[in-house]
DNA sequence: TGTCTTGTTTTGAGCGCTTAAAAGTAGTAT
DNA sequence: ATACTACTTTTAAGCGCTCAAAACAAGACA
């Protein structure tokens, strides 16, 4: 591989010269410039990040600390991520915890050596205590994704309102007249979706039995057991808000081969709006999560804090949208 | 952040001595060690891997050219990658293509930049050209899910045998006792699928009619299309063979709503064992990918063509296996 | 003709680490 | 006491690039 020594030896000059003519930050004669240029495509010259990483302290590289991609929203957060970090010249180091925050703490001590100039975790990949500490660390950290915990809240984070999304969805069902309205929620994930139905409910001074809140794990198997429950309540519910869509699938296929009418005698929202919601029988009404503006937002907060060499704790709360389909 | 220089003056040895007792490349009396240790401990010492990577010739960074993690195929596979460049101590560069070959190519061009140890370039997120010219500049190169581009045979891969999916999906249909057997595939993406299933006919002495073969896009909706363009059929197939469980799923819904019973009047098979399968309704019989296998086996592969400084063009096919549930 | 400017290029140090070779430091054989 | 060995540690030269400061050139000005 050449290198820039090789370029200026083709070109005449100094390596420093080249280096100006690289970077630009140094005028350089138009002449020598373009004998520069010549020389660089010549012998194929491209630049060696690691040693400019080395020399300018910069590597262009940022680390995404994830749980599992496997979970399609995290994927999906992850390809906007990729995007928008490659449009302004980065790269994106991928470390995944693969559900075991012990594992998110190994990854982030190795990208800790001065490798990457952020940091961006999603989803409680490790625990709040590591990040701060990155944080205080001087690093610069961006959270996304990481519920409640008060002792993230002195960093910068971009976050999804989920209690507004429980909450719209709820309001949603209680304006098309329903009244026994339950709810299936993994917990403690979920728990602020829980608190928006709550809330919702409450503002509507609806009061519902203790056995209209079940808890599932966000599988499409847990959504099915949760609906079968519901229905063997007596009397059972009119509708059923579902903490995600795949739960919210389980339940309108239990309620399929049960023969209820979905949305007629029950009706059913979930959350996500997953690439297949729009094709479930009947199509799926569900929130919308904004992840586009949530990866966008998250790398352009850590670019910025790199640029301002300081991070201001700025905490967005993007607000999800309602989609009305068929089942509601 | 602490370097080596600051342990030395601390442990009070040379930069030397502490690299020695990091590296454990030349042998350093154990006391000294000792002191050294505890240097490191004391100033909260972490090599930097930029300078190392400079020093050494060896970033420990493996750079992963996807198509697209939307497609959760390319999200399993990419998940077990990282798990297994973790477990050899290796960090994971992602770079997508989001499905155009252009993108994949640029940021080709970046990588090359000395950045990365070796690539994994996997569903042709760039062109044929541009790997095979990365491979012969010396960069350690393993491609998987790529195609029949017979230019890249001189390469090492990792594939999967999806001649043999759509063989062994259509031996299975065939077993079943089917002769009027339909195909929905995407082309050319799925063209060796494709090929599978004509094989399986032949060898069984089946002829169908051209329509029977439909092309899809590989998504839901295109299944349902092309499975409501088979149902007009006179007479329609007795069973379908569909390029992936999207698709697949996409058709199982159009026969539910037409009323067609799966598997007695119709059956179908799909390909990828997606997680869903196993709880349409009936369940899907799929033709499982052993993703793992596929992804520890091109990190293994890359690594080894690091270690060894040559990669030997090793071809590997991985074979899919069929599982049976109830919709055949 | 000598001194300033302004513009352009070079010098040289340094980023933090590795590594081969040199230099010490015993301990043992002569 | 001297020469050899076998260990340990240090020296010093990079890896490829950036960047501030110095050096140089040449035209402008007095």
Not at 263 to 279: I, K, N, S, Y
Request: proline share 5%; aromatic share 4%; glycine share 6%.
């Amino acid at each position: 591989m050449a290198t820039l020594a090789d370029v200026a030896r083709v070109a005449g000059v100094t390596a420093a010269t080249v280096s100006n003519v690289l970077t630009g930050r140094v005028a350089v004669r138009e002449e020598t410039r373009q004998k520069v240029l010549a020389a660089i495509t010549q012998v194929g010259y491209r630049p060696n990040l690691v040693a400019r990483g080395l020399a300018g302290g910069k590597t262009f590289t940022l680390a995404l600390l994830v749980p599992s991609l496997v979970n399609p929203f995290f994927a999906e957060v992850v390809e906007e991520m990729e995007a928008a970090a490659a449009a302004h010249d980065y790269q994106l180091l991928l470390a995944l915890s693969h559900g075991q925050a012990s594992t998110g703490t190994r990854h982030l001590e190795r990208l800790a050596s001065r490798w990457v100039d952020g940091f961006i975790v999603m989803g409680e990949a490790t625990t709040t205590r590591d990040v701060v500490a990155l944080a205080a660390s001087g690093q610069h950290v961006v959270l996304s994704v990481w519920g409640e915990d008060p002792a993230a809240l002195t960093l910068p984070s971009v976050d999804i309102d989920f209690a507004r999304a429980g909450e719209i969805a709820t309001q949603h069902l209680i304006a098309r007249g329903h009244r026994r309205i339950a709810a299936i929620v993994e917990l403690p994930v979920q728990q602020t979706r829980l608190m928006g139905y709550q809330r919702a409910l409450q503002a509507a001074a609806i009061t519902v039995p203790q056995a209209f809140v079940q808890r599932g794990d966000s599988s499409f198997v847990s959504g099915q057991q949760a609906m079968r429950t519901l229905l063997a309540q007596t009397p059972p519910p009119t509708a059923v808000f579902a903490g995600n869509d795949a739960m919210a699938m389980g339940a309108l296929d239990v309620l399929h081969d049960a023969g209820v009418n979905v949305p007629t005698t029950l009706a059913v929202v979930g959350v996500d709006d997953v690439l297949l919601a729009e094709h479930t029988s009947p199509p799926l009404t569900t929130i919308r999560i904004p992840k586009r503006e949530l990866a966008r937002m998250a790398v352009e907060m850590v670019l910025a804090s790199i640029a301002a060499g300081a991070s201001s704790p700025q905490r967005h709360l993007l607000a999800p949208t309602l989609i009305v389909r068929q089942s509601t």
